[in-house]
């Protein structure tokens, strides 16, 4: 669906001015846009999970643990897909004020596609680095975007970096010179993408950052002495149909959580990269989404 139709219709949670913003630059933020119940609720939540990890040593489906963790002292990297592991955020992903954000930037009909709680642990969390969302998960067309919750205040502890506008532009290669998977754009193409001129998303605990799945984003290693939990949200247009299966399984995976699944699908003509596990056999596309 096009940015002026989607304009068209009533918001929910934004202002126009924030819905233009978000499809000229591509990223939008909100100073402390969740609080209350709402936000005390996901950091109890998120707690317990975290002490849910203590009786860990190694990484599984759902907690992926730094090499420090301890009983004493966790140290997490990630919790997979959380709407998995307790209905406080699937209740928070399905139908919440992040939910009405989608509606107003992607149209009446949306999927939830995927969630993760990225910790990037204090003194050393890990970099994520420069990357665009859709080459690891390609649709029909570009009607994507990522929802983050900053759990705690974010200010020198690796905020979010997004570069402005180029979500306008190329897809950039996430393969490296042997044509291997790596998940990551190639110093070679920083300045074509822009990097140098990325802007950093600070804000107090509640704050909320949305970025399209083309826009190129990341953030530092963790060198401050907090963690930076944000609790993230993919959802994706009723008219964007996914042309590899969702690595990350969860029972949620394509539900429709706005609207109902359109009849009709649209094609965006650009070309799309396509990851080392696109899946070809027949069917295959509508076994997975539909099942």
Same mark, same amino acid.
């Given at each position: 669906?096009?940015?002026e139709?989607?304009l @068209?219709g009533a918001?929910?949670?934004l202002?126009?001015? &924030?819905?233009e913003?978000?499809?000229a630059n591509?990223y939008?933020?909100?100073?402390g846009?969740?609080?209350?119940? $709402? *936000?005390?609720?996901?950091?109890?939540v998120?707690?317990?999970?975290?002490?849910r990890?203590? @009786? *860990?040593?190694?990484s599984?489906?759902m907690?992926d643990?730094?090499?420090?963790? !301890?009983?004493?002292?966790?140290?997490?990297?990630r919790? =997979? &897909?959380?709407?998995?592991?307790?209905?406080?955020y699937?209740?928070?992903a @399905?139908n919440s004020?992040? !939910?009405?954000?989608a509606?107003d930037?992607l149209g009446?009909?949306v999927?939830?596609?995927?969630?993760k709680?990225?910790?990037?642990?204090e003194?050393?969390?890990?970099?994520?680095? $420069?990357?665009?969302?859709?080459?690891?998960?390609?649709? !029909?067309?570009?009607?994507?975007?990522?929802?983050g919750v900053?759990?705690?205040?974010?200010? %020198?502890? +690796?905020?979010?970096g997004v570069?402005p506008? @180029?979500?306008e /532009?190329?897809?950039?290669?996430?393969?490296?010179?042997?044509?291997? $998977?790596? /998940? #990551?754009?190639?110093?070679?193409?920083?300045e074509? #993408?822009?990097?140098?001129?990325?802007?950093y998303?600070?804000?107090?605990?509640g704050t909320?950052t949305v970025?399209s %799945?083309? %826009?190129?984003?990341?953030?530092? &290693?963790?060198?401050s002495?907090?963690?930076r939990?944000l609790?993230?949200?993919?959802? =994706?247009a009723g008219d +964007?149909m996914a *042309? =590899?299966h969702?690595?990350l399984?969860?029972?949620?995976?394509?539900?429709m959580?706005? /609207?109902?699944?359109?009849r009709?699908?649209d094609?965006d003509?650009?070309p799309?990269?396509?990851p080392p596990?696109f899946? =070809?056999?027949?069917g295959?596309?509508?076994?997975t &989404?539909y099942q």
């Amino acid at each position: 669906m096009k940015p002026e139709t989607i304009l @068209s219709g009533a918001a929910k949670a934004l202002t126009r001015e &924030q819905r233009e913003f978000f499809f000229a630059n591509g990223y939008l933020k909100i100073d402390g846009f969740i609080s209350g119940r $709402w *936000l005390e609720r996901l950091c109890t939540v998120t707690s317990a999970m975290v002490d849910r990890s203590r @009786s *860990l040593t190694r990484s599984d489906a759902m907690f992926d643990l730094e090499t420090e963790h !301890t009983a004493e002292h966790p140290r997490l990297r990630r919790l =997979t &897909q959380p709407v998995e592991h307790d209905p406080t955020y699937w209740e928070f992903a @399905s139908n919440s004020p992040i !939910t009405d954000v989608a509606e107003d930037l992607l149209g009446p009909n949306v999927r939830f596609h995927h969630s993760k709680l990225n910790f990037k642990a204090e003194a050393g969390g890990v970099e994520v680095k $420069w990357h665009q969302d859709f080459p690891f998960l390609p649709h !029909t067309n570009s009607g994507m975007l990522t929802i983050g919750v900053y759990l705690g205040e974010v200010e %020198a502890n +690796a905020p979010l970096g997004v570069v402005p506008g @180029s979500h306008e /532009g190329e897809l950039f290669s996430h393969y490296n010179d042997k044509d291997e $998977w790596v /998940g #990551a754009i190639q110093k070679r193409d920083f300045e074509r #993408a822009g990097i140098g001129k990325a802007v950093y998303l600070t804000g107090c605990a509640g704050t909320i950052t949305v970025h399209s %799945a083309r %826009a190129v984003h990341g953030s530092a &290693q963790n060198e401050s002495g907090f963690p930076r939990p944000l609790l993230l949200h993919m959802y =994706t247009a009723g008219d +964007a149909m996914a *042309l =590899t299966h969702n690595p990350l399984h969860s029972r949620y995976n394509f539900t429709m959580v706005r /609207g109902r699944r359109p009849r009709w699908i649209d094609v965006d003509p650009r070309p799309i990269m396509l990851p080392p596990d696109f899946r =070809t056999q027949e069917g295959a596309l509508f076994k997975t &989404q539909y099942q």
